[in-house]
């Protein structure tokens, strides 16, 4: 299952977006409000939202100033989550966010709106940042 954000705006440069994203504690202030656990340790971060599952991301990979993967450590809920981050001017980039996971049919029906809500919120409060 492959879902995308919109991409925004951001009144800053690729690698001040890069670097913001590179440190898995500010995560926690781009989540939606109804974040019922956060917590950062190293280069990995767990979450949880109001009446779902805790879910851990790690970063994957980091290609700077462009590419940020976070990626889900648990075999039930396999995803990976990608920043992509493009210059526009020297203080203006486009962010977005894909979201690639590995679920079956109906997981995936289940899962696909509240999923597409939540990186939605996370790109709309990137460009508030």
Same mark, same amino acid.
């Given at each position: 299952?492959?879902?995308?954000?919109?991409?925004? !705006?951001?009144?800053?440069?690729?690698?001040? +977006?890069?670097?913001?994203? *590179?440190?898995?504690?500010?995560?926690?202030? +781009? =989540?939606?409000?109804? #974040?019922? %656990?956060?917590? @950062?340790?190293? /280069? $990995?971060?767990?979450? $949880?939202?109001?009446? =779902?599952?805790?879910?851990?991301? %790690?970063?994957?990979?980091?290609? @700077?100033?462009?590419?940020?993967?976070?990626?889900? !450590? *648990? /075999? %039930?809920? &396999?995803?990976?989550?990608? @920043?992509? #981050?493009?210059?526009?001017?020297?203080? *203006? *980039?486009?962010?977005?966010?894909?979201?690639?996971?590995?679920?079956?049919? =109906?997981? $995936? =029906?289940?899962? %696909?709106? &509240?999923?597409?809500?939540?990186?939605? !919120?996370?790109?709309?409060?990137?460009?508030?940042?």
């Amino acid at each position: 299952m492959n879902l995308e954000s919109p991409k925004v !705006t951001v009144q800053k440069s690729s690698e001040e +977006i890069f670097q913001y994203l *590179s440190k898995v504690e500010n995560f926690e202030y +781009i =989540m939606p409000e109804n #974040i019922d %656990k956060f917590e @950062a340790k190293d /280069d $990995a971060f767990i979450f $949880a939202l109001k009446g =779902m599952p805790e879910i851990k991301l %790690k970063l994957q990979e980091q290609l @700077a100033p462009n590419k940020i993967v976070l990626g889900s !450590t *648990s /075999d %039930k809920f &396999p995803f990976t989550l990608t @920043a992509n #981050i493009e210059d526009n001017t020297t203080n *203006s *980039s486009d962010v977005q966010l894909l979201f690639d996971g590995s679920f079956n049919p =109906m997981v $995936a =029906m289940m899962v %696909k709106k &509240p999923l597409q809500k939540f990186i939605d !919120t996370l790109i709309n409060n990137i460009g508030s940042k």
